[in-house]
């Protein structure tokens, strides 16, 4: 994080003040540390999207086809026809400004085109301009304007400075959602061959080899069976999961995040520990080895190509129901995209807790549980057996992300579960958890090193409330339900808020799950101490 | 500073005068039949054709903003109306929206306090949104006395409890008041908040002072220069009625400056922002039950797409799967 200016400066730097000039008027700057790296031309011709070739939006000269504006204009109508929504929220927006200082790269940039009126502004005025009436007559006056390549720049620069947390939605009084809004501009660009390659990569990668870190089965299974000897070195038992097995009563998926990188592996030593202690007859696939899915912030059809392969999956193993691991944008794709996409899936049955007998009927049609649903109804039942005290060190608080808050509603699950593994839990002020809740500032694919500034400036109003908690009760842990905030909170508490540190909440319940036959623990799943050394006391 | 409010208050002036000018000179039948009736038509055509657009395109998914906790384990209690899964839930979600503009009660206002941000509950907005519409709704319903005779049962109930203030002759309607109030408070809020005269345009501006024209001319019609109500309801009987006709005598110039000016908002609902009102209904964030996981939504165009299918995926990693021990189909 060299060229970063020092917190307080940046703190400082934050000017909400709007410009002199209208943002009609004002060319999008394409600095670094704002704009992602273009998504390369490998990627993009494995998903069979238009390839532009090596370029860099810095270039003065974008490589656009010779028709793009028919490109666009058709584009756009295609997908008027297709999504009432887009309509909708391009005809009702009656520019009220409850939205302006909702988003967290309008709080943290002070840049006006962040404000999510002006985000959609942004496509709007095209609509205007090209389909109605009154923009054909009026131009101008009636907030219309043409169709540039300075737009195309403008769109390129903002709506990947969007992260689709749809907090502005919440405040809407017409529930114009600014996600669908980005999304519609994300696949008009795409159909120019304009994408990121944070996310196309991911996309290829998950279409090729079933994840988006685009690791190999064999990779697979040895790094679950790394993270297995760690666990029989922490617990003294020894976990033997399997892959690809047919006749399994549960598939597990989880994203690729939760084994691939820290602090995302002790969540995923977190989830096999339970099974373990549960002796569950699941299995692991490799083939459908993602659980999140790029494809959200691609396009509707990336979408459906790479989340086909849960169902695909779930039916060729013959497995009764599917389970699913801690992500945040996977949830939105699995209650709100799934079925309609890939379903119906009526090769599987209704989930059942095989070992509380909870029927999940909320589920009764995807046929898929949240792994969050599925520890909270085992606790109900005191089925595990815990010593929160094991979690003692740590003062922990709660990040609602936003798909699991604001596209689904899975609030109370979460923290039931920290209550019953953990001894102190702490909220964060209320105009911030829950369906308020913020971005960790690196969604819908922007978490890449590049736009490092961008990521922290969005992620200030998050950090402020984790800062706050610190401050107040001493929170040292901020726990989540999500693989991109697991990778995103760390670099982003260390900017802001250094002393507290990151979780997923298997890793907690895994730190207080009792096992059976497992030896006396002396370290939490990190290999740290289960207590703090208390040295200050000592030398004190 | 964004002045493009000047252009629409220069806009709703000018406008204001042609009909004042235009009734002096003998335009009556134009400005008192004719743009009335053509505004009317331009109301129900366009309003009618943009519903329909909307209703054409389909819902392809589902896709509701939750704002509360999800129905899933019997002994968590589920957020009803904020998150429903019910038809029921969802009429009450709707209801809360259109009638009490829950979302809008909502806002907050970020601040950056020292080292913390904060995020202030305010409920200016609400309250002028509130007053504008409801003012808004009850000058309307009062108006029917100039169209349907005899005068509706709660158009007098209304207008008993609209002036229970008693005050002056004629007695003071607190609903032409607050409409007055509420309009010039939403404005101001425009010109003067920094951010609001930032994303504020023409298009924003014109509205407000049409209402801000409607609100000041019936005021002056009522309480000022007390023009002749008996002949202006002749008038508007017969628009209502479809007898039109200009009353012998004449009637206030103001009036027609009224008239015209409601007219054009009439007319200009269809194509603006205005047309809010009825996309409220249809915002698919607000009025679909989250209720995915139980009751699959279909999708009327839902694309067969090229998937990468399992078969193919093996043929890729065979080799590598039976040397990890992974089972695979074809050995």
């Known amino acids: 994080m060299g060229d970063l200016p020092k917190p307080d400066e940046m703190y400082e730097s934050i000017d909400h003040t709007p410009p002199e000039e209208e943002w009609e008027k004002i060319e999008s ?3 670094p540390g704002r704009y992602a790296y273009p998504a390369k031309d490998k990627n993009l011709s494995i998903m069979e999207f238009r390839t532009p070739g090596e370029w860099s939006p810095a270039d003065e000269e974008w490589p656009l086809p010779e028709n793009w504006q028919q490109i666009i204009h058709e584009g756009f109508k295609e997908r008027l026809e297709k999504y009432r929504s887009l309509k909708i929220f391009m005809d009702t927006c009656v ?10 790269y309008f709080i943290g940039t002070g840049d006006p085109k962040n404000m999510p009126v002006v985000r959609a502004e942004l496509l709007r005025s095209i609509y205007r301009n090209d389909f109605t009436t009154a923009g054909k007559i009026l131009k101008k006056l009636s907030g219309g304007r043409e169709l540039t390549k300075e737009v195309i720049k403008e769109w390129f620069a903002y709506f990947y400075q969007c992260s689709e947390c749809r907090r502005c939605s919440v405040f809407c009084p017409y529930g114009i959602d600014t996600a669908e809004v980005t999304m519609m501009g994300r696949e008009l660009l795409n159909l120019l061959g304009l994408n990121i390659n944070w996310i196309m990569e991911p996309v290829a990668n998950c279409f090729r080899t079933g994840n988006h870190l685009g690791i190999q089965p064999q990779a697979f299974k040895e790094i679950v069976e790394f993270l297995c000897d760690d666990i029989e070195e922490i617990t003294g038992i020894k976990i033997n999961p399997t892959f690809n097995r047919k006749g399994a009563e549960i598939l597990f998926i989880t994203p690729s995040g939760d084994y691939f990188a820290d602090p995302g592996t002790y969540t995923f030593m977190g989830y096999l520990m339970l099974f373990e202690a549960l002796g569950l007859d699941y299995t692991l696939s490799t083939y459908a080895s993602e659980g999140g899915n790029f494809g959200l912030f691609t396009s509707s ?15 060729r193993l013959g497995v009764k129901w599917i389970l699913g691991g801690e992500c945040g944008h996977m949830w939105r794709v699995i ?3 799934m079925d309609t996409m890939n379903g119906p899936a009526d090769f599987l049955e209704v989930p059942k807790s095989p070992i509380t007998g909870t029927v999940f009927n909320n589920a009764s049609s995807t046929k898929m549980v949240h792994i969050t649903e599925f520890t909270a109804d085992l606790i109900r039942h005191n089925k595990l057996k815990l010593d929160p005290s094991r979690n003692d060190k740590f003062k922990v608080t709660y990040h609602d992300s936003c798909n699991p808050a604001r596209a689904m509603g899975l609030l109370e699950e979460p923290r039931y579960v920290i209550n019953n ?3 102190y839990f702490y909220e964060m002020p209320e105009n911030t958890i829950r369906e308020q809740t913020f971005c960790c500032g690196s969604g819908s694919g922007l978490n890449t090193e590049e736009v490092m500034d961008l990521r922290l400036r969005g992620g200030l109003p998050r950090a402020n409330a984790v800062k706050h908690v610190h401050e107040k009760y001493g929170v040292n842990m901020l726990a989540c339900i999500c693989a991109i905030d697991r990778a995103a909170f760390p670099p982003l508490m260390e900017y802001w808020v250094p002393e507290v540190g990151t979780t997923g909440i298997h890793e907690l319940v895994a730190n207080a799950l009792v096992m059976d036959g497992e030896k006396e623990r002396t370290t939490d799943l990190r290999f740290e101490p289960l207590k703090e050394e208390e040295d200050e006391a000592d030398e004190g | 500073m964004n002045v493009s409010y000047l252009y629409s208050l220069l806009a709703v002036i000018i406008l204001g005068l042609i009909a004042y000018v235009g009734a002096a000179i003998g335009l ?3 400005f008192g039949i004719v743009i009335p009736y053509l505004a009317i038509l331009a109301f129900l055509v366009g309003f009618v054709n943009k519903v329909l657009d909307w209703a054409k395109s389909p819902v392809p998914f589902r896709i509701t903003t939750t704002c509360g906790q999800q129905k899933t384990l019997d002994w968590i209690k589920p957020s009803t109306i904020d998150n429903p899964t019910t038809t029921r839930g969802v009429i009450i979600r709707m209801l809360l929206e259109i009638l009490l503009f829950r979302s809008l009660f909502r806002n907050t206002r970020v601040e950056f306090k020292g080292e913390k941000v904060s995020y202030k509950w305010v409920i200016w907005l609400w309250l002028f949104a509130i007053m504008f519409h409801y003012s808004f709704f009850v000058v309307v319903i009062r108006h029917l006395r100039f169209f349907v005779e005899p005068t509706p049962f709660f158009v007098n109930a209304l207008e008993t409890v609209d002036g229970m203030l008693q005050l002056g002759l004629p007695g003071l309607f607190i609903s032409g008041a607050t ?8 404005l101001l809020r425009r010109i003067l908040l920094p951010k609001m005269n930032y994303i504020s345009r023409a298009a924003d501006y014109f509205p407000l002072f049409l209402i801000i024209g409607i609100a000041l001319t019936g005021i002056m019609m009522r309480y000022f220069t007390k023009v002749d109500v008996v002949k202006i309801k002749e008038l508007t009987m017969g628009l209502a009625s479809f007898h039109p006709g200009i009353p012998e005598g004449g009637v206030s110039a103001l009036f027609y400056v009224h008239l015209f000016f409601v007219s ?5 609902i269809p194509f603006s922002k205005l047309m809010h009102m009825g996309g409220i209904f249809l915002s698919p964030t607000r009025n679909l039950a989250n209720n995915n996981r139980m009751k699959r939504h279909i999708n009327p165009w839902n694309p067969k797409v090229k998937i990468h299918t399992y078969d193919e995926y093996e043929e890729d990693f065979r080799d590598k799967m039976k040397d990890a021990g992974i089972p695979v189909e074809k050995e």
């Open chain 1, 29 to 31: 700057p394409i600095t």
């Open chain 1, 95 to 104: 520019r009220c400004g409850a939205c302006a200082d909702k988003c967290h």
């Open chain 1, 301 to 315: 059809d990336a979408m459906k190509k790479l989340n086909s392969k849960m169902y695909a999956e779930a039916k």
């Open chain 1, 335 to 337: 209650n709100q995209y």
């Open chain 1, 421 to 423: 593994v953990c001894n």
């Open chain 2, 28 to 30: 009556e039948s134009l």
């Open chain 2, 179 to 186: 409409l007055l109030g509420a309009t010039t408070l939403l």
């Open chain 2, 264 to 268: 054009l908002l009439v007319a200009y």
